[in-house]
């Protein structure tokens, strides 16, 4: 059972409508997609987006990091794969503060319908564009998908939450139902594994 400060702070990280937040107009909405990708660290802009490799079929999507050359960036455009995914593009997401990037993505191993979609969470170094941190969330023995997660990053600077929905059960899991709600402590500086909260 969620007490009152977990709702809140759920309310905090999603925005969502039903915990009170108004109807937004069609910028607001567009501006808040374009939050959801787009993060700055230490200066610079960083952006997630996807696009199928040439030639593959089934298609084979990279997700890429894309760090733009910004006059208050010192380290000039760059850009790294994270991650692919097979037969089914990626749902994205980008959260950053100068500690780091973190970048979620979902994605299958498998053109095959039974095939479980998981989440794949990288930490990359704003300097170096290196993958720091690899980290993700899939469901009990591929036994059901993960459908999104979508990142935020908490007032302390130093917790990064992933909001998302999914069917079946995620190892480590309190609580039930198909919305989750993980919390990488120190996610920028530790390798500490979560706390998943179901609802």
């Known amino acids: 059972m969620l007490d009152v400060k977990s709702v809140v702070s759920l309310c905090a990280v999603v925005g969502l409508t039903a915990c009170g937040a108004g109807v937004e107009g069609e910028e607001g909405i567009a501006t808040q997609e374009s939050a959801l990708v787009t993060g700055t660290s230490q ?3 960083f952006t997630v987006s996807s696009a ?3 030639g593959t079929l089934p298609p084979i999507y990279d997700v ?3 760090r733009a050359a910004d006059a208050t960036c010192a380290y000039g455009a760059g850009s790294v794969v994270v ?4 037969g089914t593009a990626p749902s994205l997401s980008l959260a950053a503060n ?3 990037v973190a970048v ?3 994605y299958k191993t498998s053109v095959s319908g039974s095939a479980p979609q998981s989440l794949g969470i990288r930490h990359v170094a704003p300097d170096t564009l290196d993958i720091v ?3 993700g969330l899939s469901v009990y023995l591929g036994r059901g998908s993960i459908y999104s997660g979508s990142l935020s990053i908490a007032s302390d600077g130093t917790t990064l939450t992933v909001y998302g929905t999914k069917n079946g059960t995620i190892y480590g899991q309190t609580g039930t139902g198909n919305t989750y709600l993980a919390s990488y402590p120190d996610f920028f500086t530790s390798t500490t594994a979560p706390s998943i ?3």
């Open 83 to 86: 991650g692919t995914s097979t």
């Open 104 to 106: 979620s993505y979902t």
């Open 133 to 135: 941190r690899y980290a």
């Open 197 to 199: 909260m179901t609802f």
């Open 43 to 45: 200066g610079c802009t």
């Open 52 to 54: 199928a490799q040439p």
């Open 98 to 100: 100068d500690l780091g």
């Open 64 to 66: 890429i990091v894309t």
